[in-house]
């Protein structure tokens, strides 16, 4: 559905993408993951036409993106963090102005508010949501126009647990009905339950990819057993036969707390791959 | 073209509910209807304020609106939404000068309601003429600046010099030599007069200048900045 060959991207002799290859498989939901800076948004900003590569090719719906139709783009929708609203206009009104742009009867506006659950807000001025309404706002703005593929530049940054999980069974509901997803975030948890298959983006390049349960399942090499001690203390146990006799010692003499096995997540494997902390600038910021 | 037709309408709706906007379309013509009722002064000019308030209005309105209404939505990343979706800049701006435009002749047919009737052609020809120069500055700077801010540093002194100069140039001559390269002091010129047949052709030719610098200024601030 959307493959790139060799993207390279500089800015002012910085740069940002060096020889990045995709391909991604209709009717998934591919998560684009890396740091703060990294080059996601430059990514989907080549992938969709609104950037220019220094080099490379995209290809989507099999064509490259410059012979890219009105009618081709029409199945695409596009969701930049910094997209805005109409603050004055009403949240419906606000989706008038793009059922008229792309010819789509005014009765889809119902159907996509109450998708993203908005709507009782029909009415309200945009500029009156909360923030979590707001990302709704976007997300069935883009909804309405029944995109086959759907770019969704971190569509859950700065939300709430809540708003995140119900954007996350959105985005599945769409994948469900046949539409390719791709998404970028900082979130490795968030990459892991919703994301069919993931790559990492770190200082250009990519560095790891697959699906989120596999690649973790590959860097599962130090196989620890960890437990937690109703005195207090902690221990922890290679995973091995051994082990085993030690550990139900543990058990009879009714010692043991918690008992956990250390599988790697995205985000310890991105760490061990890069030396970087993914989300370290999102800390600092809600810290 | 369509999408043109969008942006008109989108901007109609939201004509109510944009203070800052409504209060240009509104503020002359509402002034006008009532310096003309309520204030007699003996000597003073026939129709003295619909002709005054008209040009001050034709420099103001539809430069200050039409560079708010493109760099908000600039700001505010809107603009790159509607690019998004397909809409090309020049039926965007096409569907905001309209807009504008139509609005203000609206006004200007407020402020017609003075006018005896044989006037009323002249008047909202030459209105018509001068707003469409007024639209085309008023976008050229919505174009050029990146944000609200530095829209308005823009478009607050050159519609001071547009408005205000045809005012300041009744009772100054020295104003009044500089003034006159203006395409609003040559509208108020026009006003004074009221006829087709009295148009001079330093007039024209003054307008004329100043429709095509308007219009260079605005395909350079374009090719400079897009609408990006
Ligand atoms: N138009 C531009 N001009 C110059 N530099 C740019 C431009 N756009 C992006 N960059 C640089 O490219 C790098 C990647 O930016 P990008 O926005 O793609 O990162 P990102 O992965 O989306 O980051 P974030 O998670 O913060 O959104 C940054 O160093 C940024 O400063
Ligand atoms: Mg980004």
Redesign the interface.
Do not use: S
């Given at each position: 559905m959307i493959t790139t060959k060799g993207i390279f991207k500089s800015f002012a002799g910085k740069t940002v993408l060096s020889g990045i290859d995709l391909d991604i498989k209709s009717g998934t939901v591919f998560g684009l993951l890396g740091p703060s800076g990294a080059g996601k948004t430059t990514l989907i900003k080549i992938i969709?036409g609104?950037l220019g590569a220094d080099s490379g090719e995209v290809h989507v719906f099999g064509k490259n993106v410059k012979d890219l139709t009105?009618d081709d783009?029409?199945q695409i929708g596009?969701m930049?963090d910094?997209?805005?609203?109409?603050?004055?206009?009403s949240v419906a009104?606000n989706l008038k102005?793009?059922c008229?742009?792309?010819g789509i009867p005014y009765s889809g506006i119902g159907k996509a508010l109450e998708e993203v659950g908005l709507a009782d807000s029909a009415k309200k001025?945009a500029a009156k949501l909360s923030k979590g309404m707001l990302a709704r706002l976007k997300l069935a703005?883009v909804f309405l126009i029944e995109p086959k593929i759907l770019f969704l530049d971190e569509p859950t940054s700065g939300l709430d647990p809540m708003t995140m999980k119900y954007i996350h069974r959105l985005i599945k509901a769409r994948r469900d009905a046949g539409c390719t997803v791709f998404l970028t975030t900082h979130n490795m948890e968030e990459a892991t339950v919703l994301c069919d298959e993931v790559a990492l983006l770190n200082e250009g390049k990519i560095v790891e990819r697959g699906q989120p349960s596999e690649i973790c399942r590959r860097y599962n090499h130090q196989k620890k057993i960890n437990i937690h001690l109703k005195t207090g203390g902690d221990v922890s146990f290679a995973h091995d036969a051994e082990s085993a006799g030690e550990i139900g010692r543990l058990i009879e003499q009714g010692r043991l707390e918690t008992i956990h096995s250390s599988e790697p997540t995205l985000e310890t494997v991105f760490i061990e791959l890069t030396g970087r902390k993914l989300e370290a600038e999102e800390e600092i910021r809600y810290a | 073209m369509r999408n043109a037709g969008v942006i008109f309408k989108k901007q109609l709706k939201d004509t109510l509910k944009n203070k800052t906007v409504l209060i240009q379309f509104i503020m002359f013509p509402a002034m006008t209807l009532l310096m003309e009722n309520a204030v007699k002064i003996p000597d003073m000019p026939e129709l003295f304020f619909t002709k005054l308030f008209s040009v001050m209005f034709l420099g103001m309105a539809p430069i200050t609106s039409a560079a708010a209404i493109i760099s908000e939505e600039k700001e505010k990343n809107t603009l790159r939404v509607l690019m998004m979706a397909n809409v090309k800049p020049w039926e965007y701006l096409l569907g905001v000068g309209l807009y504008v435009w139509t609005l203000c002749m609206a006004g200007a047919g407020i402020m017609a309601t003075g006018l005896p009737a044989s006037d009323i052609p002249f008047y909202l020809g030459i209105m018509a003429a001068g707003l469409v120069i007024s639209v085309v500055i008023g976008a050229c700077i919505g174009v050029f600046a990146s944000n609200q801010m530095s829209a308005t540093s823009l478009f607050v002194p050159v519609m001071m010099v547009f408005s205000f100069s045809p005012m300041l140039a009744m009772f100054n001559d020295k104003i009044e030599k500089v003034a006159r390269v203006f395409y609003t002091q040559q509208l108020r010129v026009l006003m004074n007069q009221m006829s087709f047949e009295g148009i001079k052709t330093e007039s024209i030719l003054i307008l004329v200048v100043n429709a095509v610098l308007a219009v260079v200024l605005f395909f350079a601030a374009f090719r400079k900045k897009g609408l990006e």
């Open positions: 969709t609104q009105g783009k029409k596009i930049m910094d997209h805005g609203v109409y603050d004055r206009l009104d102005v793009f008229d742009i792309y001025p703005r | -």
